[in-house]
């Protein structure tokens, strides 16, 4: 069977792996603070025998798109957003440190402050849990100050930190939970110079109008290199016919 069947096959099935990384990032343009993945296809030369006249291709994630989000403002005094450049220190489902842009805070029923999504968010010594309070009020640099219960507005004390990161993009991953993590498996300690927003969320950095293009565009890869496939397999049936005239 020609080899150029296989060609249009991984054709394919590559941009197929492509629009499944852009259809995710779609799918969060929504999202707080979603980051989107990156993806890009490269030519791949056909190892073995023979001369190098064919070529595979091949989707890759490169890394992720750590360009910034609008700012939204929503006036919860739990949501916040990192003013610049910076990350939110949590503890992931696996108990390693993560990092994350997402502020669309909570409080537990047992006064653990969390992301949207449950995960503890960290402070100088570990999960933050704050005592029973009137109000909470988070500092432009973190820090978490309680209206004690029965005390006045006016008596604020001061609990824990949030842990804000200066942690570089090169040094960065992003796992199938969405979150950030070290690629040295460490952790990146607290910078006092961060910054965040109170009552405000960043959004999601999708812009939706290119993901739409990307998509459309893959799309009609995939629908060329199938009727390629189709091709050859036609060309490959009338050569079967010319042979059996013979």
Do not use: C
Not at 8 to 37: E, H
Not at 61 to 86: H, K
Not at 204 to 231: F, K
């Amino acid at each position: 069977m020609d080899k150029a069947l296989y060609i249009g096959m991984t054709g394919a099935t590559q941009a197929m792996k492509a629009q499944a990384i852009v259809s995710n990032n779609l799918a969060n343009a929504s999202t707080t603070g979603f980051q989107a993945d990156l993806a890009q296809a490269r030519a791949m030369s056909v190892f073995g025998p023979g001369m190098p006249s064919r070529a595979y291709s091949m989707t890759e994630n490169p890394g992720t798109d750590f360009s910034r989000g609008n700012l939204e403002q929503t006036g919860n005094m739990l949501d916040i957003a990192v003013r610049g450049e910076g990350m939110i220190a949590v503890q992931a489902a696996d108990g390693s440190e993560a990092y994350t842009r997402a502020g669309n805070l909570k409080l537990s029923v047992f006064g653990e402050l969390q992301t949207g999504n449950g995960l503890p968010v960290l402070g100088n010594n570990g999960p933050v849990v704050l005592p029973p309070h009137e109000t909470v009020h988070i500092g432009e640099d973190g820090t978490l100050s309680v209206q004690e219960l029965g005390q006045g507005a006016e008596v604020l004390a001061m609990v824990d930190r949030i842990k804000l990161v200066d942690a570089q993009p090169a040094e960065l991953v992003k796992g199938t939970d969405g979150l950030l993590r070290r690629r040295d498996g460490g952790e990146t300690p607290a910078n006092a110079e961060i910054q965040v927003v109170n009552g405000y969320l960043e959004t999601s950095n999708v812009n939706v109008v290119d993901a739409m293009v990307d998509m459309i565009a893959l799309t009609r890869g995939y629908e060329m290199n199938v009727r390629m496939m189709q091709t050859v397999d036609e060309n490959s049936a009338a050569s079967a016919r010319l042979l059996q005239s013979q």
